[in-house]
C-alpha cells in the first residue's frame, strides 16, 4: 500500500502505510527502504526536521544498507540546501 500511495504523489499516505509496516514487522528486509521512503515522504511535504529524524534513524539502524549510503546523501543535500 506504502509504494502506491508514494507513487500517487500520496506522501501523507505513504508515511502512515510505512509506519505500520515498520510497527507491524520492525524485522522486515523491508524496513531500511521503507524509512528511506519515509523520510522521502517528508521531504516532499516540506517536513524537513522529520525527514531529518527518520534518516538519521535508517542510518543508525542499518548502516550498512545501500539505504543509508542513500540517506546519507540525502542528508548532505537537505544540510545544503538549508545552509544557502
Do not use: H, T
Amino acid at each position: 500500500m506504502a509504494e502506491a500511495y508514494y507513487a500517487e504523489e500520496d506522501y501523507a499516505g505513504a508515511i502512515v502505510e510505512y509506519d505500520a509496516l515498520l510497527k507491524n514487522y520492525p524485522k522486515s528486509e523491508k524496513a531500511p527502504g521503507a524509512l528511506l521512503k519515509q523520510g522521502y515522504s517528508f521531504i516532499e511535504l516540506g517536513d524537513k526536521k522529520a525527514a531529518r529524524g527518520i534518516l538519521e534513524q535508517l542510518k543508525e539502524k542499518y548502516p550498512k544498507s545501500k539505504e543509508a549510503a542513500l540517506a546519507k546523501k540525502k542528508l548532505e543535500e537537505i544540510n545544503k540546501k538549508s545552509k544557502k
